[in-house]
């Protein structure tokens, strides 16, 4: 049977809006290749996007080689955050809403020209140029209480590498020059702190773009780009405030309820 994008996204919406645990689409309609699992993820945008408003920014999943390895791949995986779901600092996360919302603190970028889909590949410096201010930002990741060693990396695409939205510090503007791999982190929560560094944001800047691009959706002027976490995923606990502060940008505020 050919694999039918459509019939793969009305399964995982309605397995949202049933809450149903996460798990990967049943053989007879999962992806076979990454296009068929990019193209389920447009199917299911058409879906979400009455629901959630239009596309106002992309994620970047899977960016270390850790998480790679854990779902058995070798590359990044891209998803987009619905303009509903873009949140702004200080932010109440109403637990009730999610099955099992874990958070992810993040550099965010927002850019000010659009990535046409072209012959070659936009570079880092591109998408550098092309930056009109800096965040930081908190991602919602809604797992569905996913078994993470079993999930399979076409079935996280299709359900938009569950992206359940982000939380945005105060823009900022910053020089044209200032190198933002390698910007330190700090995260306070009620149970303790944690800190970390960018990695290599540009390069998964270039690759979302480029990914965009070719799937004729460009990452487009005014849309945020999250650049992937710089500490290790966490749960926010009912009554738990999350601080998030890089250096020379910026603090991100969200409060589990």
Same mark, same amino acid.
């Given at each position: 049977?050919?694999?039918?994008?459509?019939?793969?996204?009305?399964?995982?919406?309605?397995?949202?809006?049933?809450?149903?645990?996460?798990?990967?689409?049943?053989?007879?309609?999962?992806?076979?290749?990454?296009? /068929?699992?990019?193209?389920?993820?447009?199917?299911?945008?058409?879906?979400?996007?009455?629901?959630?408003?239009?596309?106002?920014?992309?994620?970047?999943?899977?960016?270390?080689?850790?998480?790679?390895?854990?779902?058995?791949?070798?590359?990044?995986?891209?998803?987009?955050?619905?303009?509903?779901?873009?949140?702004?600092?200080?932010?109440?996360?109403?637990?009730?809403?999610?099955?099992?919302?874990?958070?992810?603190?993040?550099?965010?970028?927002?850019?000010?020209?659009?990535?046409?889909?072209?012959?070659?590949?936009?570079?880092?410096?591109?998408?550098?140029?092309?930056?009109?201010?800096?965040?930081?930002?908190?991602?919602?990741?809604?797992?569905?209480?996913?078994?993470?060693?079993?999930?399979?990396?076409?079935?996280?695409?299709? /359900?938009?590498?569950?992206?359940?939205?982000?939380?945005?510090?105060?823009?900022?503007?910053? /020089?044209?020059?200032?190198?933002?791999?390698?910007?330190?982190?700090?995260?306070?929560?009620?149970?303790?702190?944690?800190?970390?560094?960018?990695? /290599?944001?540009?390069?998964?800047?270039?690759?979302?773009?480029?990914?965009?691009?070719?799937?004729?959706?460009?990452?487009?002027?005014?849309?945020?780009?999250?650049?992937?976490?710089?500490?290790?995923?966490?749960?926010?606990?009912?009554?738990?405030?999350?601080?998030?502060?890089?250096?020379?940008?910026?603090?991100?505020?969200?409060?589990?309820?």
């Amino acid at each position: 049977m050919p694999f039918d994008p459509a019939a793969a996204a009305r399964f995982i919406a309605e397995a949202h809006r049933a809450r149903a645990p996460y798990q990967n689409l049943p053989e007879a309609m999962a992806p076979k290749t990454v296009d /068929d699992a990019y193209a389920a993820q447009e199917a299911l945008r058409e879906l979400w996007t009455p629901i959630y408003g239009p596309v106002g920014g992309l994620k970047i999943a899977t960016t270390t080689k850790v998480m790679q390895a854990l779902m058995g791949i070798d590359h990044p995986c891209g998803g987009a955050i619905y303009a509903k779901r873009i949140h702004a600092s200080p932010a109440t996360i109403r637990l009730a809403d999610h099955m099992h919302v874990v958070m992810e603190c993040e550099l965010a970028v927002r850019v000010g020209r659009t990535f046409e889909p072209r012959a070659t590949p936009y570079t880092r410096e591109e998408v550098r140029a092309a930056i009109t201010e800096v965040m930081p930002a908190f991602e919602l990741i809604e797992d569905r209480n996913a078994d993470y060693k079993s999930s399979k990396a076409y079935s996280l695409i299709c /359900d938009n590498a569950w992206n359940a939205g982000i939380v945005l510090g105060a823009p900022v503007k910053v /020089d044209p020059g200032l190198d933002l791999n390698g910007l330190q982190g700090h995260l306070k929560t009620g149970s303790g702190e944690h800190s970390g560094k960018t990695d /290599d944001p540009m390069g998964a800047l270039a690759w979302v773009a480029n990914l965009a691009a070719s799937r004729g959706l460009p990452l487009a002027a005014g849309q945020v780009v999250i650049t992937g976490s710089l500490i290790p995923t966490l749960p926010i606990a009912a009554g738990e405030t999350f601080s998030f502060t890089i250096d020379g940008i910026g603090a991100v505020r969200a409060t589990g309820a």
